[in-house]
């Protein structure tokens, strides 16, 4: 890293603490209307969790350690920021083992419907399971196709919204996704309790609820996982998640942005001033507009160091949802080939090929929600893994994809942040990943720790991440994927939109700090819809106020 000399303050028109994907997108689009852009970015690189590395040293391969898949990225923001990214199309969509008899599983390939019923029979699913499974399915994405438009627009309110699914004949897909809890549909469609469990993952990644939770969150993540691009589709990044958001790098660089690394924000002050650590120096810089792209409670606790020692600490919003804890573990292996199956009628290819469900069946999920929350560890613990080297090869060396070697990446569910603490989480690391491993091998049909590839250190190639691991490495409080818990993608009727931030799902209470990130409206996953509708909410307040920026010039990344 070269810096130039910088003066003690320099004034931008944005200024954006933390340089994840949606930072990068906002400061993109920023930058391509003529806004002068600062971004600050903690890590050594940008890209906060969306970011591929070599997690095993001496290992030559680029996983994607955080986040894995991408569906709710919209082709406009691609295309808006000449984006040069491509994403791949699994064939398979899911293979599930019945946990009571490995020999067997289900496989629903997205190529071959015959193929599919014939798996649902396998199971023992009653006649007409197969049937309802894409009956429920086709129900559900004639809601997300009328509501995906509407996320890079204005927040519509909850009327306009059910009104655009009602045009859609979605109405009782509106009933049974945003009025009900998502449980009662899924146990009145579906029969199977393999099947059924199937479905109620999509409402459990990263969010600690039951099928019947009256809040509702399991359904607002249930929405989630199926309305990127109106068909909830689950899309493998080529050259890893590294190469979306070294796109979005790319754009903003390109169109002006000022993008600092290893640039630690330590407050938020009135006024838009901001006060960041850099090369061994403290700093100063202002800004009409404050665009937050870390967590609203990481923002609150800058903007409690930036105030007076009696002044109010400050809420980014007033929203619960934000104090919601994060419910995974994370574990990455890398191994000399795929393992063998229990079930010898599917090809490990074509199992690994989608989203492999490990112990989660309806009933187990329950169970393992209520060991959760009585304070242990799930046993079994319900898991799903993706295999991102089936698809995309181009993650490994030449010398490893000959060798036949593959990635895993693991997602444990119902692991709350509540069982780590500071004092417990070396032992956790260590249960949770035991828990991981002995889950994957009750459908194996041999130990996948024998086929762990090893470092030039001789040691294993698996690394286990706990909420709090996540939280110290990419900042997220309680290790939320989400930066707390998502938020139905529209306003409730009566709610204030009358100022741009308000209108675009991004407001706190200072009318000049807004969120951009996954705490914003409408934030969660690889979308980089946050950053582009901060940046929307700062175009549409008007040109930036009048006076010269004073003079400077910031250290260079």
């Not at 199309?89 to 067997?104: H, K, L, Q």
């Not at 996320?151 to 919204?161: D, E, H």
């Not at 942040?417 to 032992?427: C, F, H, K």
């Not at 200072?510 to 969660?524: Q, V, Y």
Request: hydrophobic letters at 40%; proline letters at 6%; charged letters at 20%.
């Amino acid at each position: 890293m070269s810096s130039n000399p910088m003066p003690s303050t320099s004034a931008f028109d944005a200024i954006i603490v933390g340089g994840g994907h949606n930072g990068l997108a906002a400061a993109a689009y920023l930058s391509q209307a003529g806004r002068k852009v600062l971004l600050l970015e903690k890590l050594e690189h940008a890209g906060g969790a969306a970011v591929s590395a070599q997690a095993f040293d001496g290992v030559d391969a680029r996983l994607s350690r955080y986040s894995y898949l991408v569906s709710l990225l919209p082709q406009q923001i691609i295309d808006d920021l000449g984006l040069r990214i491509e994403l791949a199309r699994r064939r398979y969509s899911s293979y599930t083992p019945d946990p009571e008899d490995g020999s067997r599983a289900l496989l629903i390939d997205n190529g071959d419907d015959g193929a599919t019923a014939a798996s649902f029979e396998a199971i023992g699913a009653p006649h007409g399971e197969f049937r309802a499974f894409t009956g429920f399915y086709a129900g559900c994405r004639q809601l997300t196709e009328a509501l995906w438009p509407t996320m890079t627009s204005p927040l519509p309110t909850r009327s306009q919204a059910r009104a655009l699914a009602v045009e859609a004949g979605a109405e009782e897909a509106w009933e049974a996704m945003i009025e009900r809890p998502i449980g009662d549909v899924i146990a009145r469609e579906l029969q199977h309790d393999l099947v059924r469990g199937v479905a109620l993952t999509d409402a459990l990644i990263g969010t600690f609820a039951r099928a019947d939770d009256e809040d509702l969150q399991q359904n607002i993540c249930f929405l989630y996982h199926l309305i990127g691009g109106g068909t909830g589709d689950w899309d493998v990044p080529v050259g890893g998640m590294g190469a979306v958001s070294g796109e979005l790098e790319r754009a903003a660089r390109g169109a002006g942005a000022t993008i600092l690394t290893s640039a630690e924000v330590t407050a938020v002050r009135p006024g838009g001033l901001v006060s960041y650590h850099h090369d061994g120096a403290e700093h100063t810089a202002a800004a009409q507009w404050v665009l937050a792209n870390v967590a609203p409670l990481v923002l609150d606790r800058l903007r409690a160091s930036g105030s007076a020692p009696a002044a109010r600490v400050p809420r980014a919003t007033q929203n619960p949802n934000h104090l919601r804890e994060g419910a995974q573990v994370k574990v990455n292996l890398l191994l000399k080939r795929l393992p063998r199956l229990l079930d010898g009628n599917v090809s490990p290819e074509a199992a690994f090929g989608g989203t492999f469900h490990i112990n989660e069946t309806w009933s187990q999920l329950d169970a393992s929600y209520l060991a959760a929350a009585s304070g242990t560890i799930p046993d079994p613990l319900p898991c799903e893994i993706y295999c991102h080297s089936l698809t995309d090869p181009s993650i490994l060396s030449a010398d490893l994809q000959a060798a036949g070697a593959h990635t895993l990446t693991v997602f444990g569910l119902h692991v709350p942040d509540r069982l780590i603490t500071e004092d417990n989480n070396e032992e956790r690391r260590a249960e949770l990943q035991a828990a991981v491993l002995k889950s994957l091998n009750s459908v194996l049909a041999e130990p996948v720790e024998e086929l762990l590839l090893t470092g030039p250190d001789g040691r294993p190639c698996i690394e286990t991440k706990t909420t709090l691991d996540i939280e110290r490495a990419v900042g997220m409080p309680r290790g939320n994927i989400f930066h707390g818990g998502l938020d139905w993608p529209f306003a409730e009727d009566g709610a204030p939109l009358d100022t741009p931030a308000r209108r675009w799902g991004v407001a706190t209470d200072d009318p000049r700090i807004l969120l951009c990130g996954s705490g914003a409206r409408r934030g969660g996953a690889v979308s980089a819809i946050g950053g582009h509708n901060a940046a929307m909410a700062v175009l549409e307040s008007g040109p930036p106020d009048s006076g010269p920026l004073e003079s400077g010039r910031v250290p260079q990344c």
